[in-house]
């Protein structure tokens, strides 16, 4: 007979999990079905061990800048394979928490892959037997994404990279070429650039990080050239032909000029697709675009009693935006009362290259775009007493507001630490602040948030220290 369920979710990932939990929080009976990793590709192959390899590179580098601090080290040098081997500890310690979290809200784990079977059941896989037949009311789909695959530059593990091969290197190459200049080819291309390779990006759109307002992406950029990386907008790459060396790869550029680049190893990093097969959705009312599946602003599919959640569904493809899905989806499912959507333009979105970069909300294009007439304050960090100390000068804050309302629109950082200080922007635009509580917040001394609060002085023509 089947395993019958009040609530069953396929995916242990980001939001897979936390859905779990949540409805066990709120008496449901739950099973989670998941063929790898408890923590999904996030905890173990995305968001937390490309974070450890990050803090290493970050690490290198000050040990190569020490002088500016008064110190002196000879020779400072780094094992590759204890840098790794420290990154999949950190994944493993985490994975292994998740695992503890769902045993302590009695979530029952189903080790295999889950697919629809019909109206209101999950039928579980494990290479090639049957594992289990579950049933409930609800289920909840978190099968999460993998990495797009461009034709004719298809990873080998070898020469050509995704994001699990980058992750986990037999040896440090000398040079790479990283396609795609998202958040995920960004990261990489600075953890290898600062652990001494020759980084070269290949964006197809006009600027790098193009999600990010254009004034934050040329700032960036210009660092990341200064850091010795080099980076080519507007270019295509057409093909990859291996050698013995590793590979020469044919650019074009705009105009329709090409050229080639020699280079050890190619990261592909051009986005994802859902992953959207083999769980069952023919014949269901399921709809599908562009390998993601569809969904309302609570998570509700086609199909009745079928939700989907996560980089499953459509962007921004964020471990928290799934987190925070997931409990939406499940608090509306037991029939909450106050259960808000997620509002997009509340996200926060983070890369933790070097500088580090944090946004949420509207771009000053968007928001011009949208019809409102704006005032936009800007602060960089070389007027900031606490990153000059720091050693960390480098960096800008911009904010967007409502020249009419005072609605903070968005809010835009480059710079050292603003993954964490987004928050702070984050907050505002939840509790929908204006320029007046944000002006009348007391920022402490010394501190880079301080950055902030200057930030939005400036908007209104009262910034003191620039």
Known sequence: MPDAYDLIVVGGGPGGYVAAIRAAQLGMRVALVEREHLGGICLNWGCIPTKALLRASEINHLLHTLDAYGFAADNPRFDLQ?????????????????????KKNRVTVVD???ALA????????KDGRDVATLTAPHIILATGARARVLPGIEPDGKVI????????????????????????????ASFYANMGAKVTVVEVMDRILPVEDAEISAFAHKAFVKQGMTI???????????????????VEEKGGRTHEIAVEVVISAVGIVGNVEGIGLEGTGVRVEKT????????????????????LTGPPWLAHKASHEGVVCVEAIAGLSHVSPLDVTTIPGCTYCRPQIASVGLTEAAAKAKGHEVRVGRFPFIGNGK??????????????????????????????????MIQGYVVARTAELTEAELMHTVFPHPTISEAMHESVLDAYGRVIHI
């Open 82 to 102: 204890k840098v790794i081997r420290r990154s999949r500890q950190v994944a493993g310690q985490l994975s292994g928490g998740v695992k503890h979290l769902l």
């Open 112 to 114: 295999g892959h889950g």
């Open 118 to 125: 019909g109206p209101r059941t999950v039928h579980v896989t």
């Open 161 to 188: 990279w995704t994001y699990r091969e980058a992750m986990v290197p037999a040896a440090m190459p000398k040079s790479l070429l990283v396609i795609g200049s998202g958040a995920i080819g960004i990261e990489f």
């Open 232 to 250: 080519l907008t507007n270019a295509t790459v057409k093909a990859v032909a291996k050698s013995g060396a590793g590979a020469v790869v044919t």
């Open 292 to 311: 993601h599946v569809v969904t309302d602003r609570f998570g509700c599919t086609g199909e009745p009693g079928v939700y989907a959640i996560g980089d």
């Open 387 to 420: 990153a000059i100390a720091m050693g960390e000068p480098e960096g800008l804050i911009k904010t967007v507001f409502d020249a009419k309302t005072g609605e903070l629109l968005g809010a835009h950082m480059v710079g050292p630490e603003v993954t964490e």
